[in-house]
Each structure stands twice: as structure tokens, then as C-alpha cells.
T-cell receptor, first 117, second 113 residues
Framework: EAQVTQNPRYLITVTGKKLTVTCSQN?????MSWYRQDPGLGLRQIYY???????DKGDVPEGYKVSRKEKRNFPLILESPSPNQTSLYFC????????????????FGPGTRLTVT | GNSVTQMEGPVTLSEEAFLTINCTYT??????LFWYVQYPGEGLQLLLK?????DKGSNKGFEATYRKETTSFHLEKGSVQVSDSAVYFC????????????FGTGTKLQVIP
């Protein structure tokens, strides 16, 4: 089954304690992205990756890091979490090679609800 | 820059009512337009899309028409069901090597029996 998986689904942590949210896709997609979803703000892109070892900042990258060492995995790292990073996080992937860019569909993971106290 | 504006929610409808969720956009160039749906506790999934002016996307009884003259992509359904209760996101992306996706803020729909 084609899917994007995220772990953990729920996480409660304290300020300053480093954490990693994993993301994996089994569709051989080149493009992966992280979003955060906050009430009234919709989805905002944190980081994206167009291929292995190619990553770039999205709209709200401050306080986050990512890496893309393998095509299937795209972990999100919070080196020193703060309460303003309490949010619902989504990983997404899409296939840049299928058709033109205009047809790209994003496949989303189930989300990770993070609470930083 | 690019932006997507959706009508404020929540929208509450009775079962079998007609649904419209408004979406307008601002974009440099000619975007593709999408509607994503998020059911409770789940990630977003593509509902429908349209890639050029006057295209109509449709799926599961939902429809939206790409209107270039009014820069709109309103979502409609003739008869909603309780199972349609979800959050709906309008989104756009431009062609090119990097497919930046811009999302609206989402509209929550609640359908009551």
C-alpha cells in the first residue's frame, strides 16, 4: 500500500529537549516536505527536499532542521523545542516525474501532534 | 507572492443540503488548483484538481471549476452527507522545477443529520 508514515503520532515534551519526528514514504517520490498546521493559519511549509541531500527552507524554518540521506526518509529535528512549536505536523511527498508539475498531488502522512511544555 | 483565500468556517449544514465553499487565489503565472480534504484525525488527501482555465475537477460528488476571470475555484456539492464532515483546503501550485504549494487556511464543514 502506498503511504507516508510518521512517528510518533503524539508527543509531549519539555522545552529544550531535542526530538526527532520521522517520516518515511514507500512510493519512491523525489519530493518531500514538512508542514505545520495551526488554527486559523492553515498549513505552512517548514522545509522541503527535492532529492537526496537537497533540502531548502520553506516559509517557517526557524527552530527546525531536516536531513535527506535516503530517498524514502525525511526526518524533522527540533534541536531545542519551545512552546511556540506546539502544533500538528505533517510530512508529505510527491512524484516530480509523473506528468508535469501542474499535476502534482501531495501525499500526506497522518500527522504528529506535538506539545512542548 | 501567491496566496489562497477561503471562506471562514465553520460551515454547518443539514444532510442533503447544497454546499459551496468559496476559494479565490492570487498567483504569478498560471497555477494548478486543488482541493484537499482532512477527515478527523487524519492527514490531508487530494479531493479534486484542475490544471487550466475552465477545467472542472470532480470527485465523490464534489465539483470545482477553474475560473481564471474571477481567480476562483469554489467547491460545490449538491447533497452533503454526514460523512462529508471534514476540513477542506484549497491550494495552488505553479509549474516549474520546484512545486511550491500554497494552502488556504481551511474551512471546517459539519453536516448534521
Amino acid at each position: 500500500e502506498a503511504q507516508v508514515t510518521q512517528n510518533p503520532r503524539y508527543l509531549i515534551t519539555v522545552t529544550g529537549k531535542k526530538l526527532t519526528v520521522t517520516c518515511s514514504q514507500n512510493m519512491n517520490h523525489e519530493y518531500m516536505s514538512w508542514y505545520r498546521q495551526d488554527p486559523g493559519l492553515g498549513l505552512r511549509q517548514i522545509y522541503y527536499s527535492m532529492n537526496v541531500e537537497v533540502t531548502d527552507k520553506g516559509d517557517v524554518p526557524e527552530g527546525y532542521k531536516v536531513s535527506r540521506k535516503e530517498k524514502r526518509n525525511f526526518p524533522l529535528i527540533l534541536e531545542s523545542p519551545s512552546p511556540n512549536q506546539t502544533s500538528l505536523y505533517f510530512c508529505a511527498s510527491s512524484d516530480q516525474k509523473s506528468g508535469t508539475a501542474r499535476n502534482y498531488e501531495q501525499y500526506f502522512g497522518p500527522g504528529t501532534r506535538l506539545t512542548v511544555t | 507572492g501567491n496566496s489562497v483565500t477561503q471562506m471562514e468556517g465553520p460551515v454547518t449544514l443539514s444532510e442533503e443540503a447544497f454546499l459551496t465553499i468559496n476559494c479565490t487565489y492570487t498567483a504569478t503565472g498560471y497555477p494548478s488548483l486543488f482541493w484537499y480534504v482532512q477527515y478527523p484525525g487524519e492527514g490531508l488527501q487530494l479531493l479534486l484538481k484542475a490544471t487550466k482555465a475552465d477545467d472542472k475537477g470532480s470527485n465523490k460528488g464534489f465539483e470545482a471549476t477553474y475560473r481564471k476571470e474571477t481567480t476562483s475555484f469554489h467547491l460545490e456539492k449538491g447533497s452533503v452527507q454526514v460523512s462529508d464532515s471534514a476540513v477542506y483546503f484549497c491550494a495552488l501550485t505553479l509549474s516549474g522545477g520546484y512545486q511550491k504549494v500554497t494552502f488556504g487556511t481551511g474551512t471546517k464543514l459539519q453536516v448534521i443529520p
